[in-house]
């Protein structure tokens, strides 16, 4: 992977705190248009503060001297999610514009296919930006979770919270940890979820079809984890049982870990 290092590392972390500045636009504009409350400005302006911090130390810690053009595309979505939740977070008082909410998510969603793709074709892919792509995917999923469970009902929030929940079951059995496979079945599962939710929120289907979609989503979320857990607790096993005396790789453990 190459990688520009005639940037200076400053010029990184500024980025994002222009990524942190475009954010409080976004609010202000929200806020003149729709008269944003105190609920959607306070989150908006923690969620702001947050990225800013935790992708600043990321930075920090990962030496990247170029921010690259693949992560300046994820901080733009980040920037329309604090948006969504901004709005999420001000439904709890008044309704907001249903248009403008799924106008946000629908371009957020749309552009999670282009930044894996101008990683690729620049050369910057990197590991934390795949993470920050995830996390924003994983966040945007949540709060649009908690949209659509104040119509449905608050079992809607198993979808949001899967990922929360593996990433905390991960700390307690560090086998979940293990790299997977790359599997398309998954990233359709995963594009899957953010559809149905943008669908559900608009709220132009019955309640029965909205129901229904949502039922769809949850099953497959469930079977996606459900098999991903399955092949991680097989693949520990079969590691622990082919592992050598000396703590080397037997043939058993290197046929399972090597890809196909």
């Known amino acids: 992977m190459a990688l520009n290092n005639?940037?200076?590392?400053?010029?990184?972390?500024?980025?994002?705190?222009?990524g942190a500045g475009v954010q409080i636009l976004l609010?202000?504009?929200?806020?003149?248009?729709?008269?944003?409350?105190p609920a959607g400005w306070v989150t908006g302006l923690?969620?702001?503060?947050?990225?800013?911090?935790?992708?600043?130390r990321a930075l920090h810690r990962s030496g990247l001297r170029s921010f690259g053009?693949?992560?300046?595309?994820?901080?733009?979505r980040a920037t329309l999610v604090g948006g969504v939740t901004a709005l999420v977070a001000?439904?709890?008082?008044?309704?907001?514009?249903?248009?403008?909410?799924?106008?946000l998510t629908a371009v957020a969603l749309i552009l999670d296919g282009v930044d894996g793709k101008v990683a690729r074709r620049t050369n910057t892919s990197t590991a934390l930006g795949a993470r920050f792509d995830m996390e924003v995917d994983a966040f945007l999923i949540l709060v649009l979770s908690v949209y659509v469970s104040m119509a449905l009902g608050p079992w809607v929030l198993l979808i949001g919270s899967m990922r929360y929940v593996f990433v905390a079951a991960a700390r307690v059995a560090p086998w979940l940890n293990a790299a997977l496979p790359p599997s398309m079945a998954r990233k359709t599962v995963a594009a899957l979820q953010g559809i149905c939710l943008l669908v559900a929120g608009a709220d132009l289907l019955p309640y029965t079809a909205n129901?229904?979609?949502?039922?769809?989503?949850?099953?497959?979320?469930?079977?996606?984890?459900?098999?991903?857990?399955?092949?991680?607790?097989?693949?520990?096993?079969?590691?622990?049982a082919g592992t050598a005396a000396d703590g080397t790789e037997s043939p058993v453990e290197r046929r399972v870990l090597e890809p196909a």
């Open 6 to 18: 005639t940037y200076d590392a400053r010029l990184v972390q500024q980025e994002t705190a222009v």
């Open 27 to 37: 609010l202000a504009l929200l806020g003149s248009a729709i008269g944003l409350g």
């Open 46 to 56: 923690v969620f702001a503060v947050a990225t800013w911090a935790v992708l600043s």
């Open 69 to 76: 053009p693949a992560n300046r595309v994820t901080l733009g």
């Open 90 to 103: 001000d439904s709890f008082e008044s309704s907001p514009p249903v248009t403008l909410l799924v106008g």
């Open 211 to 240: 129901f229904g979609i949502m039922l769809l989503a949850l099953g497959s979320l469930v079977w996606s984890f459900g098999r991903d857990v399955l092949w991680l607790w097989r693949t520990s096993r079969i590691t622990a």
